[in-house]
């Protein structure tokens, strides 16, 4: 993949409670990814960006929750998250990218 769609393909890290937990205890770091994203795509995009080895790619689709606005009503939008797993010694520093 080209380096200029793989910059794309990684939209922003995913900070919550869970993920942070999975962080510290399984090296594991959660990402909010384009829809078209497959897990070869991520694993190229994580190791081209961070300098790091990928273990494993886990993509989970985040279907969309119903919202309301007073009388209106609708629907947030749908998501794509992958969960990566890097080796052993790895890992990938916020602050500093």
């Known amino acids: 993949m080209k380096q200029e769609q793989l910059i794309n393909v990684i939209q ?10 999975g962080t510290e ?3 594991e770091y959660v990402f909010e990814v384009i829809k078209s994203a497959t897990k070869p795509d991520v694993k190229q995009a994580v190791e081209w960006l961070f300098k790091v080895k990928v273990q494993s ?10 919202r309301r606005f007073g009388q209106i009503e609708g ?13 052993e010694g790895q890992t990938i520093d916020f602050a500093t990218v």
């Not at 922003?12 to 937990?21: C, N, Q, T, V």
């Not at 790619?57 to 119903?66: G, W």
């Not at 629907?75 to 080796?87: D, G, H, P, R």
């Open 75 to 87: 629907k947030s939008k749908a998501w794509k998250k992958a969960y990566v797993k890097l080796e």
């Open 25 to 27: 205890k399984r090296r």
């Open 12 to 21: 922003r890290p995913y900070l919550s409670e869970k993920a942070s937990i």
């Open 57 to 66: 790619v886990n993509i989970v689709n985040v279907k969309p929750k119903p």
